[in-house]
Every structure is written in structure tokens, then in C-alpha cells.
């Protein structure tokens, strides 16, 4: 497989929709093994490790899935997705993390726009989310959205959001209406720059939204201590906002 057109677009739009990334197949065994870890799984982990919906039913997010089930730790260390990784991350990918992005039907909550270096605090941002397309995504259910280009502008100030499970966001607004909606058919993949503004709106239809992401950096980023600094600064006003 050659990727010279996927890692350029990816370059300039901070994103890229790869289509039919995983085949039927695939997805089924990757479906098998989510819905295996919201039942078996699910109950066992810490407090921290799952996210539910205002409803106190639906689950929202898992966090750190390849910490908690093997299924998790090997899908990330495929060879395919290594080699793209590779080019894109420009090193050695490493998998910081397995989540889900559940956006159940008519209950999955929205997004608030972020950068997601905001939390990983990762320099020089080499850093990335692969999005898996578990459901076909549509301008119902709550794609998400990208600014296109914003990964170049650096890292911008983020607040606290009062969303449970996506605790900051960016402090100033950002002009949605330009966003690329990515929409997307079942086993699509979409990959995301860590400083690429991104955001989703609530899942108004009957149909569920679910996304299984994988986050990896390239083994050469290293923590920040300036993102670090505000992320600090980002969770006092939370901490204090909560108290
Ligand atoms: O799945 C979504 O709606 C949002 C995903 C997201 O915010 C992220 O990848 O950081």
C-alpha cells in the first residue's frame, strides 16, 4: 500500500479520511471485542476509566482500553496501520491510548472544540488519533468536525468546558460553520493532528455513533513543560470550579 497522497493531505488539513480501512471482517471481530468490554469489562475498571451519559445508563467513554483488555493492546500494533503511522508521527509510533467515543443514539452528548494537545502535552506535537468508524456516520449522529489548517497555528488556551469526559475546550470561539463534517462509512478510519481543532455535535437520531480511537506519538516527543504549565493552570480552574 502506498500512503503519499494520504500523508499529504494529512500534512496540509491536519486530517485525513482513509475509506474501507478495516474490512468486514475486521470490524466485526473489533465490534465483538467493544461490546465484550462494556459488559465484561466495563464493571471492573477504576472510576477514572469510564465516562457515562447524563442519563447515568449509556456509556460515553472508555479511557485506556489497552491498559484493561489484550484485544486492545494488539490492534494497535498491526503492521498496516504501524507503516502509516510511521510515516505520519515521522519515528517509531508508540500507542499512548485505546478510547471510545461511544455518541449513543439520541443521548450521546457533543464535543466542545479542543485541540487535543491541550491534554497530551506532547513536543514537538507528532501526535495523532486514529478514529475508527464503528457505525456509518452521518450529519445526524454527530460527525466530527475539523478546522482544516488550524494544526500549524499551535497550541491555543483551553479552559474548563463542563463537559464530563472532555474536560477542556478552547477558551476562544471558533468559527464552525467552516469545518470539514467528516462523514464516514462503517470501517473508515479518520487520523487526526493533535493540534487540529476538532469538535461534534450531540447524536440527535436513532441511529448510534460509535468510535474506537487509538491515539500514538512517534517515540521522539517528549512532555512539554510550558503545555504542561497550562494544563496545570486548565485543571486548578476546574478543580476550583468543581469544589
Ligand atoms: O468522537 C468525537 O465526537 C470526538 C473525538 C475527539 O474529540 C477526539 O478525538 O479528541
Partial sequence: MHWEDTVQDYREQGFVHVPAFYSAEQLAQIKAAIE?????????????????????QAIRNCWRMH???????????????????????????????????NKPARVGSGVPPHQDNAYFCQEP???????VAMDDVTPENGPVQYLAGSH????????????????????????????????????????HHCQTIHFSAPNVSDQPRLGLLMVFRGDHTQDS????????????LLESSQS
Fill in 225 to 236: 513543560p510550558e503545555m504542561k504549565d497550562a494544563y496545570h493552570r486548565a485543571r486548578a
Fill in 125 to 131: 506535537p507528532d501526535v495523532l488519533t486514529v478514529w
Fill in 152 to 191: 500549524l497555528d499551535g497550541l491555543r488556551e483551553h479552559t474548563p468546558s463542563g463537559v464530563k469526559g472532555n474536560s477542556f475546550g478552547l477558551t476562544e470561539s471558533v468559527d464552525e460553520a467552516s469545518a470539514s463534517v467528516a462523514l464516514l462509512t462503517k470501517g473508515d478510519i479518520l487520523i
Fill in 67 to 101: 491498559t484493561h483488555d489484550p484485544f486492545f493492546a494488539q490492534l494497535p500494533a498491526e503492521e498496516r496501520l504501524q507503516t502509516l503511522i510511521a510515516a505520519l508521527v515521522k519515528g517509531t509510533p508508540l500507542c499512548k491510548g485505546v478510547e471510545t467515543f
Fill in 36 to 56: 465484550h468490554y462494556n459488559q465484561a469489562v466495563v464493571p471492573t475498571v477504576p472510576e477514572s476509566d469510564v465516562v457515562f451519559e447524563a442519563d447515568g
